[in-house]
């Protein structure tokens, strides 16, 4: 059997705790450690003592040693630890998709991963088709739109809160309409999947969103709608929330976990 992939984890949260119990029993995949903020050490070596017990909790990304670098931890995480890990030319798989909506930061990414000589992979997290979507751009897209429901407490926290009370809707509320690039900003824990979505079509500017609180549903609904040269195509997923975290899908965790084992597998798809 070959060595397995040593992997530094950046985050231990809700979405890098269900990898963690995901992964403990794929031999060719090894968590080495687990790179959390200072005042996250006591929470993440009890996570690592139950699911990595050969996991290192330290604050940044060890310089050698490591063969894949996840990023699970937010958008400031991209900037502190996925940067200089492709500059060093470690390859690295990043979750947090919305981030890209800041300006240059996808441009970052590219000649961070182009002077390490090595590659950066966009998970597709909550959303299918994007293997169909980027594909349709080869021959052409002329639209493409994405509408987000979620339940009201799903927004609790972000701007929907503004001028309305979450708790008290009684039908649904179109909370947010616009293009992408706007919507990962103003939602960056609810529109990673807008992101994605843009990236792998038109762009952020020219994907069109709207975000709706609705209380009469329990999962979170994702409809992705396309029309090009190639035909056009219409998507709904009605995803579980993460129990952990109502704001992500639990779909999110188990496209990062895919991602990481068909780096190892003899065949993948």
């Not at 996250?40 to 040693?65: D, I, M, Y």
């Not at 979450?166 to 947010?176: D, H, N, P, Q």
């Amino acid at each position: 059997m070959s060595n397995p992939t040593r992997i530094a984890l950046i985050g231990c949260g809700a979405i890098g705790s269900a990898m963690l119990e995901l992964l403990q029993a794929d031999a060719a995949l090894e968590i080495q450690a687990i790179v959390v903020p200072a005042d996250a050490f006591a929470a993440a070596q009890a996570t690592a003592e139950r699911l990595a017990p050969g996991a290192q909790v330290v604050s940044c990304v060890p310089p050698g040693g490591i063969d894949l670098v996840v990023e699970a931890a937010g958008h400031a995480a991209i900037e502190a630890h996925v940067l200089p890990a492709l500059q060093r030319g470690t390859p690295c798989v990043v979750a947090s998709v919305g981030a890209l909506s800041a300006p240059g930061l996808a441009e970052k990414l590219e000649a961070a991963a182009l002077a390490g000589g090595t590659q950066v992979q966009l998970i597709a997290g909550a959303i299918g088709a994007i293997d169909a979507l980027a594909a349709a751009r080869v021959g052409g897209l002329d639209e493409v739109r994405y509408i987000g429901r979620k339940p009201p407490q799903a927004w609790k926290g972000t701007p929907a809160e503004q001028g309305r009370d979450l708790a008290s809707l009684a039908r649904e509320t179109v909370i947010f309409e616009g293009s992408a690039r706007e919507a990962a900003t103003l939602y960056p824990k609810n529109a990673n999947v807008a992101a994605t979505v843009s990236l792998a079509g038109l762009g952020l500017d020219r994907t069109l969103v709207r975000l709706i609180a609705d209380p009469a549903v329990a999962d979170n609904v994702h409809v992705v709608e396309a029309r090009g040269a190639f035909g056009s195509f219409e998507l709904t997923m009605r995803n579980k929330p993460l129990a952990a975290n109502p704001k992500t899908s639990a779909l999110t965790v188990y496209s990062a976990v895919r991602a990481l084992r068909n780096r190892v597998a003899a065949l993948a798809i």
